[in-house]
């Protein structure tokens, strides 16, 4: 299928945030100009997240589905493309980990109600981002089931512990991803990854304003938490660096 201007790729995104990836979309648009997308709906509860979405894509405001968990599915807009970048704090070794088993209510649980929002839908791909934690042996049964009720209903599932460092930012932070591919089609591969030519200090302003420096309290606060989760043994780890140590290559 080619997703162009007269045939837009249908976008669904939920959990939206304020949509980065419409954002990446967007880079794709001045990558090839041939391409074109829509995105027929989206999904936020968030008061702030959606105030900022409203602000980066006023066109969209009136296409807010709201409540994961409220939304019939079978009356929802048709769409080629499901994003789910599902909460994470359930799972993170920085929260509680509460986990995301099937019906507990937590908030990544609602990787179940995407889950379902996609079966139901069924458009050709998904795409999950999520914490590494996903897939650490304590969640990983849950990660499984996901991917079972995927491929139950025609999916086949590639996924990735990806870090920015391979994608050419300069901050090292790993996330795992997830592509579903309903039905036949050509086996995906990751992209492989490409050289890290910048630095922090490349991409940090060397004039802020001191209202955007913490203060000696909140830098406290954060030391302590960082240190309560060092004792816990969850595998929260820290490494604070000057900026001016990521100059050197």
Partial sequence: MVYNKDNPLRVMTLCSGYDSQCMALNRVKTLFPDFDYDL??????????????????PQYADRNLGDLTKIDWDNAPACDLITWSTPCQSISSAGLQHGLAEGSG???????????????????????????ALVSKKFMPDFKR???????????????????TQCGVPQNRE?????????????????DPEP????????????VDESYFLSQDKVD????????????GC????NFTPPAGYRER
């Avoid at 595998?235 to 820290?238: A, C, M, V, W």
């Fill in 175 to 191: 996330r795992v991803f997830m592509v579903s591919i309903l039905g036949d089609h050509q086996p995906y591969r990751f992209p």
């Fill in 146 to 164: 996901l991917q079972d009720y995927l491929s139950e209903a025609g999916y086949t599932n590639y996924w990735k512990v990806v870090n920015a």
């Fill in 235 to 238: 595998g929260f780890s820290t």
């Fill in 196 to 207: 890290l030519t910048r630095c922090l200090g490349d991409v940090l302003d060397d004039d």
């Fill in 40 to 57: 027929v709906a989206w999904c936020e509860i968030d008061p702030y997240a959606v105030q900022a979405h409203n602000a980066v894509f």
């Fill in 106 to 132: 937590t908030r990544s649980s609602l990787a179940f109600n995407a889950v379902k929002a996609i079966t139901t839908l069924k458009p050709r791909y998904a795409l999950m981002e999520n914490v590494k």
């Fill in 221 to 232: 606060r954060v030391i302590a938490h960082c240190e309560r989760k060092l004792a816990e």
